[in-house]
């Protein structure tokens, strides 16, 4: 994948590779060498432990095992989370609060060892209406290279 668009200061061009458990779902995300991760206090983000970074979806490359994924949808119904058949993994799902242009991916299934600066940040998902009206949700998008409708979503 080449983009020669201009890039801010920290901005994703680290090719960072990620898997389920099993490996029968492998893909691959562009990170930044600082990175932010959400810890959401949703019932299936805290249950299954998954840890959020959001990425644009044209920075994000899934490399084999689209024939492993299950997805599952629930409430509203707007979340298009997908687990590994075979592992039960989350390893990335479409995430409500973007639902068309992200992933959120699960930092525990990123090799995140080209990384030099991890910040967490807590969102409260249980109350999620109230949380995403509040602006609590933060993106790891680099606002240097965000459009303007991509500012207002995250």
């Known amino acids: 994948m080449t983009d020669d668009r201009p890039r801010a200061a920290g901005a994703r ?22 990175v932010l991760i959400t810890l959401c206090t949703c019932g299936i983000c805290f249950m299954s432990g998954h840890q959020e970074i959001l990425v644009p979806e044209e920075e994000f490359t899934l490399l084999r095992g689209a024939d492993h994924l299950k997805p599952y949808r629930f409430g509203v119904r707007i979340a298009d989370h997908t687990f590994c058949v075979v592992c039960g993994i989350m390893p990335f799902y479409r995430p409500r609060s973007h639902p068309e242009g992200f992933f959120s991916v699960n930092a525990r299934c990123l090799d995140l060892s080209g990384v030099s600066e991890r910040t967490y940040v807590e969102f409260d998902g249980r109350d999620w209406e109230a949380s995403m009206a509040a602006n609590s949700h933060r993106t790891n998008v680099d606002p240097m290279a965000a459009d303007d409708s991509m500012m207002r979503r995250g």
């Open 13 to 34: 061009t680290i090719p960072t590779h990620g898997s389920c458990h099993c490996g029968g779902v492998e893909f691959e995300v562009l990170l930044g060498s600082s």
